[in-house]
């Protein structure tokens, strides 16, 4: 039985979860600290498995158990009140499972990280720099709701507002797990501010979502980076400071150039400068792994593919349509306020089929 295959692959994770406590108990393991983060990290995703498994198990013996009261028992009220909660657990068990075998299923290692957000206005002009403005404002706000940080990195506005592009690092639990689903080719269509006879144009703003690597995640040699200083600027290129605080770091064997000028400090920039073009270099390799995610999956809910065309915010009609899932809501002006968890959490959900789907297949 289904249930009996369940609770049989947790008992197997009790004993890794005690190996686990194990190291994490010796002393010894502080001085790899790689190996420390790799352990605790491994700790933490086993907790709600084995949480949920006793869960799931308490309920399987309280159902055996109550099927043995009606086979066995001659009292009528025990037999009903057994009958009453066979009842009951036939109706939860069957989420309860789904929901383990969602935990078995390895997530995506870097669904608990920080992300890098990237918004560039791409085909339209100047609307395409206003629409990329408008997508931070709904980022920001989405993020000030969720209690995360965000923190501009780098950005160049467009000539009559918004942003030609705009970089910032979201800091919070779990935030790249749930904002990788935004990355891809943001549409709009509406009638631009710059227009005069009233039409309705379409343009475009690209958004990417990238994982921020950790300290561990990859080794960078201080001879591979040439670090460049100069002085920020301003909307129309005008200097922000007098002073050289601006970084721009080219890393030598990829060509990879990342800059920050947010901060007054040059320490600060290039401490953020660092960080970004530690993420960059890591992502190089992570998009390996989307891409071989994608091949097995159909919808490619989640991939590397940044080029697809996955939303439309049609102003005309009210109306935000994800192509990817075929979701549609008719109250723009909210969703654009911030209120995007609604279809985060349908996007979510596809993906959670496709992953429950994929191992069943395998």
């Not at 990238?210 to 300290?215: F, I, K, S």
Request: charge should be negative; proline fraction near 3%; glycine fraction near 6%.
């Amino acid at each position: 039985m289904s249930e009996n295959n369940l609770i049989t692959k947790i008992e197997g994770l009790k004993h890794k979860y005690a190996q686990l406590q194990e190291q994490l108990a010796n002393p010894d393991l502080m001085n790899d600290m790689k190996k420390f983060v790799q352990v605790n990290k491994e700790y933490k995703e086993l907790s709600p498995i084995l949480e949920a498994g006793a869960k799931y198990k308490r309920m399987v013996d309280d159902y055996d158990a109550a099927k043995d009261i009606i086979d066995n028992e001659k009292d009528e009220d025990l037999r009903e009140m057994a009958k009453d909660e066979i009842a009951t657990l036939e109706e939860s068990l069957p989420k309860m499972e789904e929901e383990i075998k969602l935990l078995l299923i390895p997530a995506d290692p870097q669904d608990s990280k920080n992300a890098i957000l990237e918004i560039r206005g791409g085909a339209g002009g100047d609307e395409a720099s206003i629409f990329a403005g408008d997508l931070f404002r709904m980022y920001a706000k989405y993020c000030e709701k969720r209690g995360w940080k965000m923190e501009i990195t780098s950005q160049s506005e467009g000539a009559v507002g918004g942003f030609k592009e705009v970089i910032c690092k979201v800091k919070g639990d779990g935030v790249y797990g749930v904002l990788k689903y935004e990355s891809g080719v943001h549409r709009v269509q509406r009638v631009p501010q710059t227009e005069t006879q009233g039409r309705v144009h379409t343009s475009a703003a690209s958004v990417a979502v990238l994982p921020e690597a950790d300290e561990f995640d990859i080794e960078l040699n201080e001879k591979d980076i040439r670090k460049d200083t100069f002085c920020s600027s301003g909307p129309g290129g005008q200097s922000v400071n007098t002073t050289y605080s601006a970084i721009r770091l080219t890393h030598i064997p990829t060509g990879l150039v990342v800059q920050c000028q947010d901060e007054k400090s040059q320490l600060k920039n290039y401490a953020a400068a660092l960080a970004e073009l530690r993420t960059r270099l890591y992502n190089m390799e992570y998009e390996k792994y989307l891409n071989e995610i994608s091949a097995k999956r159909k919808t490619m809910v989640s991939t590397g593919d940044r080029s697809a065309k996955i939303r439309t915010y049609n102003y005309p009609q009210s109306r935000v349509t994800d192509h990817r899932i075929n979701w549609t809501m008719y109250n723009l002006p909210v969703f654009m306020d911030g209120e995007i968890q609604e279809v985060i959490d349908q996007l979510q959900i596809a993906e959670n089929a496709e992953r429950l789907k994929v191992s069943e297949e395998d």
